[in-house]
């Protein structure tokens, strides 16, 4: 897929709300992975990072409104979307994304 294939919507998407590939790759583990409750050192060990950086990078998706942080369980993650649109995003564009991050890594 190349980068001038991706829509609008979808650019429209990572440039609001995604910083950093690795950002991008949090939420596509939590998105691949609904059900599961994440640990913030599994999500460390799955990234190939440290805890500090992923720290950041959750902390950033619950700040720009993409993820929500579950309230009963902080130290846990898992894939909560804030808004419909995020859910509606997440079929239609994560799909996606995750192939541009397959070209560019």
């Known amino acids: 897929m190349a980068v001038d294939e991706i829509s609008e919507r979808i650019r429209r998407f990572i ?57 009963n369980n902080t130290e846990l993650h898992v894939f909560l979307p804030f808004s419909p649109l995020v859910s509606e995003i997440k079929i239609t564009c994560l799909y996606h994304i995750q192939k541009l991050i397959l070209l560019t890594v």
């Open 15 to 71: 440039y609001l709300h995604i910083d950093s590939i690795e950002q991008l790759r949090v939420l596509l583990l939590l998105f691949r992975n609904p059900q599961r409750q994440w640990p913030l050192h599994e999500i460390t060990l799955e990234i190939c990072s440290v805890d500090s950086a992923i720290e950041k990078r959750l902390r950033d998706l619950y700040e720009r409104q993409v993820l929500r942080q579950d309230q």
